[in-house]
Structures are given as structure tokens and as C-alpha cells.
């Protein structure tokens, strides 16, 4: 996905009802999205729903009569990726995690390895 096709999700995402439109597709498959959203016109609901099939974050398919209408994750994914992925850090191990891990492990089936000390090692290689 290039700079333009993120264009056309960020702007899909940028209003509070393609968001709202999004919430309810992740319910589910939604025949109905018109009707929940009775403070607005059919027409004003069917523009924010062309903004979402265009940038490619709606799936629309029709079954007889009805539309069947689909949230498609795979540009909201690429976003992550793209900005938000590269910026998180791996998880660190700290202190606490290692005493957890250990305590976790009570029968002490991960050995510790066991240096010999120096003297010992270079007397062995002589």
C-alpha cells in the first residue's frame, strides 16, 4: 500500500460515523446499516459507506434481495505495520520477569550453566 491508497483509510477513519460504521461491521455481517443511523439520510449513510468501500475497508456483496456488508481488516493492518509496528519496542526482560519465569519453573528444569572457574579451565587446556 502506497502513500495515496493510505490516504483514502486515514480519511475513511477520520469521521466519527464511518467509525461508528466500522464498529458495528466488526460486530458482524450488517444488512442494515441505514437504519442504525436514524439522525441521518439514506443518502448521507450510503456517501460515508461509498468512502469505506473505496478505501478498501468495506466488503459489500448481495444475496438476493439484501447487500451484505463486511469490514475488511487488511488496510487498518497495513497502517499498523506501517506506523505503529515500527515504533513499538520488543518487550524487555526485566528483573521481575526473570524472578517470575524461575518461580514458574519450581522443579528447576531450566539449568543454569556452570562455569568452571578460570584456574580450572586453563589447567585443563594445557
Same mark, same amino acid.
Not at 11 to 22: E, G
Not at 43 to 64: Q, W, Y
Given at each position: $500500500?502506497?502513500?495515496?491508497?493510505?490516504?483514502? +483509510?486515514?480519511?475513511?477513519?477520520?469521521?466519527?460515523?464511518?467509525?461508528?460504521?466500522?464498529?458495528?461491521?466488526?460486530? =458482524?455481517?450488517?444488512?442494515q446499516? +441505514?437504519?442504525?443511523?436514524?439522525?441521518?439520510s439514506?443518502?448521507? +449513510? $450510503?456517501?460515508?459507506?461509498?468512502v469505506?468501500r473505496?478505501? =478498501?475497508? $468495506?466488503h459489500?456483496?448481495?444475496?438476493?434481495?439484501?447487500?451484505i456488508?463486511?469490514l475488511?481488516?487488511v488496510?487498518?493492518?497495513?497502517?499498523?505495520?506501517?506506523? +505503529?509496528?515500527?515504533?513499538?519496542?520488543?518487550?524487555?526482560?526485566?528483573?521481575?520477569?526473570?524472578?517470575?519465569?524461575?518461580?514458574?519453573?519450581? =522443579?528447576?528444569?531450566?539449568?543454569?550453566?556452570?562455569?568452571?572457574p578460570r584456574?580450572?579451565?586453563?589447567?585443563a587446556n594445557?
Amino acid at each position: $500500500m502506497h502513500g495515496d491508497e493510505f490516504d483514502a +483509510v486515514w480519511k475513511a477513519l477520520s469521521d466519527s460515523t464511518r467509525q461508528s460504521i466500522l464498529d458495528l461491521l466488526r460486530q =458482524g455481517h450488517h444488512p442494515q446499516i +441505514v437504519e442504525a443511523f436514524p439522525h441521518l439520510s439514506r443518502f448521507g +449513510v $450510503m456517501k460515508h459507506i461509498d468512502v469505506l468501500r473505496e478505501a =478498501g475497508l $468495506m466488503h459489500t456483496r448481495e444475496e438476493r434481495r439484501q447487500r451484505i456488508n463486511s469490514l475488511n481488516v487488511v488496510p487498518i493492518r497495513q497502517i499498523h505495520e506501517r506506523w +505503529v509496528g515500527r515504533f513499538e519496542e520488543p518487550p524487555k526482560l526485566t528483573c521481575h520477569s526473570r524472578k517470575k519465569s524461575r518461580r514458574q519453573d519450581p =522443579g528447576g528444569t531450566q539449568r543454569r550453566r556452570y562455569h568452571k572457574p578460570r584456574s580450572a579451565r586453563t589447567r585443563a587446556n594445557r
